[in-house]
């Protein structure tokens, strides 16, 4: 059992969710992008790897052959309730499907803590089990995360330059490690259209 350490900030953010995410919708701010078609990256997404927030290397060689949800996420958003979502997500599609947060400060200084504060601020208040990588910059400017970069420039992963327009943006790379969908920030990782992208 996890302790809850919300701030009242997050609290009320928390307990507004619900109606952010509807007005969201009525707005049609649920923006949502795919392929059509099979379109072959220039650049392999297994050549990429990643710093996780313990410090250890992961290589994307080793996601071949399972779907991969990439989120930019931060703890004092709107959006930070999706944390749970997120984890209920990767808990059904644990066989097939990998979670991965990029925590940023990028959106209104949303993320200030260290990625030490950040594990322990999810795993405590969402149970989240999924993998964090190192806080970094996700939107194009100097020292965008390398993974960022082929998610957001064509050049790289064959057709999308959509770089996120606020936390939890969601990009989805098939088990061939092609780019295959982008979901904007008010869409849930369990709205019906990102489940049935993955179930494909």
């Known amino acids: ?7 009242l900030r997050q609290r009320i953010l928390k307990f507004i969710y619900p109606l952010f995410v509807l007005y969201k919708k009525i707005r049609r701010e649920n923006t949502k992008l795919e392929t059509k078609g099979t379109i072959i990256p220039p650049i392999s997404f297994y050549g990429l790897s990643v710093i996780l927030n313990d410090g250890s ?10 779907k991969i949800l990439i989120v930019n996420t931060a ?34 200084e949303q993320e200030n803590g260290t ?9 405590r208040n969402f149970g989240v089990s999924f993998p964090f ?23 790289h992963n064959g057709w999308n330059e959509q770089q996120p327009n606020w936390n939890f943006s969601k990009y989805l790379v098939n088990e061939k490690g092609f780019l295959t969908h982008y979901f904007g920030p008010a869409m849930s990782p369990l709205d019906p259209e990102v489940i049935t992208a993955i179930d494909r």
């Open 1 to 7: 059992m996890f302790k809850n350490t919300l701030t």
């Open 57 to 66: 290397l992961f290589s994307f060689e080793n996601l071949r052959g399972r």
């Open 75 to 108: 703890s004092n958003c709107g959006y930070t309730n999706q944390y749970e979502d997120l984890q209920e997500l990767y808990d059904m599609q644990k066989e097939k499907l990998l979670v991965l947060a990029f925590p940023s400060n990028d959106f209104k």
């Open 115 to 123: 990625d030490k504060e950040i594990a322990q601020f999810c795993q």
């Open 133 to 155: 990588v190192k806080k970094s910059v996700v939107i194009k400017r100097p020292g965008q995360n390398k993974v960022f970069q082929w998610l957001t420039h064509k050049e």
